[in-house]
């Protein structure tokens, strides 16, 4: 077994990998392959030549500190069950100490992956809360964003003690969801067939159904800060000298 950073003659089979573990389309993946991945981003498990294991992360700031925002952890179905995870995960904390981050966050998907998680020694942080609600009241003034104005007005909405995600994170965000921005509030968000799905809001979440009459969606959900809903995991690598951060808003779920 050999665990290492991949080269460009790797991406293939990471893809591979991918595609077998996550119900992801082709189009998804382009998306992260270009604009979000970086070989010095990745590490990933070798078994007798084949890729059998593999993980990425985003880079973050938390407290002016690097963190990574781990992401896509997989592990062939034909080796699973074999301690690979854990092993993989132990060698990129000890990788990335290295490279001089503080601390590793990520999202599992479910219940059992954050008890998974929780054993190798991550702690539940950045609860947020979920609403649904339908398009109602007065159209508003909503302006579409580039990505260097969405974050710089999301740093001045974060809660304290957010993690920082911009750079990579934005430019894979902006693929995926538009960006706006109105009087009070900062959203990311997909709409289809009337459907809104709100990736973030930040600030006053009231205007929520105004937004949504504003771009004729009838119904929409809103992420936000705050609530009782465990959202991401944390794992210290500065020996303690961090406290574990408050909100965590792009799981690019």
């Known amino acids: 077994m050999n665990i290492k950073t991949p080269d460009s003659a790797d991406i293939p089979a990471l893809r591979s990998l991918w595609r077998e573990s996550f119900d992801d389309s ?34 973050c700031m938390y407290m002016d500190k690097p963190v990574a925002y781990l992401y896509a952890i997989a592990t062939a179905k034909a080796y699973q069950g074999q301690g690979l995870c854990h092993a993989l995960m132990q060698d990129t904390h000890l990788h990335l100490s290295k490279l001089g981050y503080k601390g590793a966050i990520l999202v599992p998907e479910n219940a059992k992956l954050f008890e998974l998680y929780q054993g190798i020694g991550y702690q539940t942080c950045c609860q947020h809360s979920e609403f649904a609600c339908s398009a109602s009241g007065e159209k508003i003034v909503l302006r579409h964003i580039d990505i260097d104005e969405y974050a710089c007005l999301r740093r001045k909405l974060l809660p304290a003690n957010s993690v920082i995600q911009e750079h990579e994170n934005l430019y894979f965000l902006a693929n995926q969801a538009s960006l706006y921005a109105g009087e009070t509030f900062l959203l990311a968000a997909n709409i289809e067939n009337q459907q809104l799905f709100g990736i973030e809001l930040l600030g006053d979440s009231t205007a929520a159904p105004h937004i949504l009459h504003t771009l004729n969606c009838s119904y929409g959900t809103f992420r936000t800060p705050g609530g009782g809903i465990p959202f991401a995991m944390y794992h210290d690598l500065s020996e303690g000298s961090l406290p574990l951060p408050s909100y965590f808003g792009l799981g690019f779920d």
């Open 26 to 59: 082709k189009e998804f993946l382009d998306c992260f392959f270009s604009t979000a991945f970086s070989t010095n981003r990745c590490r990933c498990i070798l078994s007798n030549d084949a890729l059998v294991a593999a993980l990425h992360w985003f880079d």
